[in-house]
Nanobody, 124 residues
Framework: QVQLVESGGGVVQAGDSLRLSCAASGITFRLYAMGWFRQAPGKEREFVAAISWAGGTSHYVDSVKGRFTISRDNAKSTVSLQMNSLKPEDTAIYYC?????????????????WGQGTQVTVSS
């Protein structure tokens, strides 16, 4: 079956960096767009970033543009999220997700598979 396993979360201070990774198995990874979403306590899950199947197109929520970078390695079936200049408002559980198609999307309903999430906590 399809599995998405996130890693790399942790507790950091404002201004620090973290790199999240997500390893996929059980599916032909290179055929599908990938995304990262997050959910803060008491809030709805929100889109963070997405990347197309070949990595040629990516997009981000406005609040992370210029600070976060999504990338993928189709040979290793992994997708990563480099997070720089972290802010306390970035604190959330971060989820990796695999889209139903090739093209990146900010709509969570367009994603078929989800990881269990990894906690990111940014202290001020």
């Amino acid at each position: 079956q399809v599995q998405l396993v996130e890693s790399g979360g942790g507790v950091v201070q404002a201004g620090d960096s973290l790199r999240l990774s997500c390893a996929a198995s059980g599916i032909t990874f290179r055929l599908y767009a990938m995304g990262w979403f997050r959910q803060a306590p008491g809030k709805e899950r929100e889109f963070v970033a997405a990347i197309s199947w070949a990595g040629g197109t990516s997009h981000y929520v406005d609040s992370v543009k210029g600070r976060f970078t999504i990338s993928r390695d189709n040979a290793k079936s992994t997708v990563s999220l480099q997070m720089n200049s972290l802010k306390p408002e970035d604190t959330a559980i971060y989820y990796c997700a695999m889209a139903r198609g090739q093209f990146s999307d900010n709509d969570a309903t367009k994603y078929a598979y989800w990881g269990q999430g990894t906690q990111v906590t940014v202290s001020s």
